[in-house]
């Protein structure tokens, strides 16, 4: 006998109504993109939006990125709502220096527990920060204490490749983004509005 689409479609309500019905736990999330795809912080940047057009504030920290002329940071430090920090001195092939960049990790950490203890900002985004790991520039166990015991209603979305394990069991809902083929591969540079 066969199934008919809207029958399939009635089962499949069922299913996803019964799922939202079991989700009644309100509380903060702590999310990871992580992974050798393209998309991590703009997927972040995604929820920057959101977060804005419910009423939220917004601390954003780029714990690796050290140039100031994203689209992204254009647009939203015109945002009221949102504090955008750039504490990266940039990549670290190009800084060279494995005590400036962890400085500056550093830096933009202390500026992070600001955000991570401010009850009023609603979402924290801290871009690029699994490098501060990778490099031993911060201590994951402090940092995941911190994450720990945040204000109980405030978001946290941490991206950046090769998160740890110990990172990953702590979030909520983590995204390990894949690449399958990136334009740069084949020689074409990064175009500003898709890249930066």
């Given at each position: 006998m066969t199934v008919s689409h809207e029958e399939r479609m009635q089962k499949k309500k069922a299913v996803v109504d019964g799922h939202i019905a079991a989700a009644q736990i309100e509380r903060s999330v702590l999310v990871v993109n992580t992974g050798n795809g393209k998309g991590k912080s703009s997927a972040a940047f995604g929820v920057v939006a959101r977060a804005i057009g419910h009423g939220l504030k917004v601390g954003v920290v780029q714990?690796?990125?050290?140039?100031?002329?994203?689209?992204?940071?254009?647009?939203?430090?015109?945002?009221?709502?949102?504090?955008?920090?750039?504490?990266?001195?940039?990549?670290?092939?190009?800084?060279?220096?494995?005590?400036?960049?962890?400085?500056?990790?550093?830096?933009?950490?202390?500026?992070?527990?600001?955000?991570?203890?401010?009850?009023?900002?609603?979402?924290?985004?801290?871009?690029?920060?699994?490098y501060a790991f990778k490099y031993g520039?911060?201590?994951?166990?402090?940092?995941?204490?911190?994450?720990?015991?945040?204000?109980?209603?405030?978001?946290?979305?941490?991206?950046?490749?090769?998160?740890?394990?110990?990172?990953r069991d702590a979030a909520d809902t983590v995204s390990d983004i894949g690449m399958e083929k990136h334009a740069f591969q084949s020689g074409i540079k990064a175009m500003p509005g898709l890249e930066f």
């Open positions: 714990f690796v990125k050290g140039r100031s002329d994203t689209g992204e940071e254009a647009f939203f430090r015109r945002q009221p709502e949102v504090q955008w920090h750039v504490g990266g001195e940039g990549f670290t092939w190009e800084t060279q220096d494995k005590d400036r960049d962890a400085r500056a990790a550093q830096a933009a950490w202390a500026i992070a527990c600001q955000h991570l203890s401010n009850p009023e900002v609603g979402l924290v985004v801290l871009d690029e920060m699994t520039w911060l201590d994951l166990d402090a940092v995941l204490a911190t994450l720990a015991s945040r204000p109980a209603m405030q978001h946290v979305i941490i991206t950046g490749r090769a998160a740890p394990q110990a990172l």
